[in-house]
């Protein structure tokens, strides 16, 4: 069976530091992966999707990156993390094959930027 | 105005009452509709994915679609504490990497009570 992994699953950095976050997934390959994130009170927002290694688009405009440099593995970067960065981050992933098919989220990472 | 409306709520019910959730939308070329229920501090689950028009029925959960007025519901029968989440409704467009490319509402809290 697939599974999807997130770590931290907490985090707390200062203003002005640098932020990795990382995901991987299990028991699939060619996964489509996302990065979303849940700011506090509201809906959660696609900030970046991977179709394959290197292939990265983003939906919204932000002081983050992402990457993915393994099949099954995608990474979430700042050089300089801001104040309003902080929020809960969720990764997701749905199969290659498209179809109908849900998107599989992970538990999350709770970033708290002081 | 956002692509998805959903009210946050908080929604308070007692145990065994029936709870009515919606969303309304503005993007007519949505494909997929979902409802994901979400659990304080972690990552959200699928609870129905319907396609299209219609009303889709599992167990106690009853999602209905109305793509003419852009509106989806949730029903949830005989409510039970252990339903008292978060619940989000999202949607995508057709094919690929859209079905990971989900907009989501704000979300609805809802707290049922014995």
């Known amino acids: 069976s697939q599974t999807i992994h997130q770590w931290p699953a907490t985090l707390v950095q200062p203003v002005g530091s640098p932020l990795s976050l990382e995901c991987t997934v299990e028991g699939t390959s060619n996964p489509n992966l996302y990065w979303y994130r849940q700011a506090a009170g509201r809906g959660l927002q696609l900030l970046f999707y991977s179709v394959g290694i290197g292939q990265i688009s983003s939906e919204v405009p932000q002081n983050l990156s992402a990457s993915r440099p393994q099949d099954r593995q995608f990474i979430l970067s700042s050089k300089k993390l801001l104040l309003s960065d902080s929020g809960f981050y969720l990764c997701a992933w749905t199969p290659w094959t498209g179809g109908d098919t849900e998107a599989f989220f992970g538990q999350g990472t709770r970033l708290t930027v002081v | 105005q956002k692509e998805v409306e959903q009210d946050p709520g908080p929604l308070s019910v007692p145990e065994g009452a029936i709870v009515s959730l919606n969303c309304t939308y503005s993007n007519s070329a949505f494909q997929y509709f979902m409802w994901y229920r979400q659990y304080s501090r972690k990552g959200p689950e699928l609870l129905m994915y319907?396609?299209?028009?219609g009303n889709k029925e599992d167990g106690r959960f009853t999602a209905q679609v109305d793509k003419s007025s852009k509106y989806i519901s949730l029903f949830i029968r005989d409510s039970q504490p252990s339903d008292s989440a978060t619940y989000l409704c999202?949607?995508?467009?057709?094919?690929?990497?859209?079905?990971?490319?989900?907009?989501f509402g704000q979300g609805t809290i809802l707290t049922v009570h014995p």
């Open positions: 319907t396609y299209s028009s």
């Open positions: 999202a949607m995508s467009l057709s094919g690929g990497t859209s079905y990971g490319k989900l907009t």
